[in-house]
């Protein structure tokens, strides 16, 4: 593959030689996975995004069990370095791999047959996850496939539905219904972080005072730590907002268990709509507005 310090196929200094330079510095324990990993990486003359690589279990943090499909146990984790930057090059000062998303979250998914992996496979996988490498817990011993998901929709790339999505299992109403309500308007939100609800605590609102009422309840006025959701910061791996300490307005929720997209566009009409929240007093859940 490489002669004279050029790959025979590129005619230059391509990916592959960096990538086959770092064989001797990591290893899996595992023949067949080894030379899986290294395969790919010699396939990636000119496109980054098709390698894959050996990821120390001790470069990921925070895991945590998420569910089960048929293949085994899943898990969400941090990964400290982040992926290899596709639009990037190799670093001669540092001698590495430029990278994205550092802190980034990932899942980990249980791998059922380390010894019979083959280039199919892991083209079979990236039809439906972004696939980065494969790591080993070790407690368990098991090797598990680190990916992430990846929008249909918007040409396989990591929208903000899937950012939304990632953040599910941390959040809840309380109530199913709403709980749908909200993901329904974050996973539809691929392009436009705005056009999403969220569900904001209340005690991320302060200064609530009565101002009137209409023919749904009691009107509130409030300040909202947080302000409202722009875009998501990759290198802080969260959402960038905008407006600290933003004057909203709380308005009850007659209807909890009835709500539609429709619902929502109905109310964006009249007013700028950034979540629902519920009083833990009385109970009631009320939208989070403002004026337009």
Known sequence: MVLNNKCKKCNRICHV???QQSFKNWTSGNDDIDKFIQDIQLSAHNNLEEALEWIPYNKLYDIKHTSKDEFGEVYRANWVDGNIDYYGSWDNESQNW?????NMFVNLKI???PNNLTLEFANKIKIEYKFYGITQDPETKNYMMVLNN?????NNCICYAIRFQQNFENWTSGNDNIDKFIQDTQLSAHDNAEMALEWIPYDRLYNIKYISKDEFGKIYRANWIDGYIKYWDNENQNWERNIFYIFVNLRSLISPNSLTLEFANKIKIEYEFYGMTQDPETKNYMMVLNNK
């Open 150 to 154: 990846k929008c249909k929709k918007c």
């Open 17 to 19: 030689l960096h990538f």
């Open 98 to 102: 430029e990278r994205n998303n550092p």
């Open 111 to 113: 791998l059922i047959t």
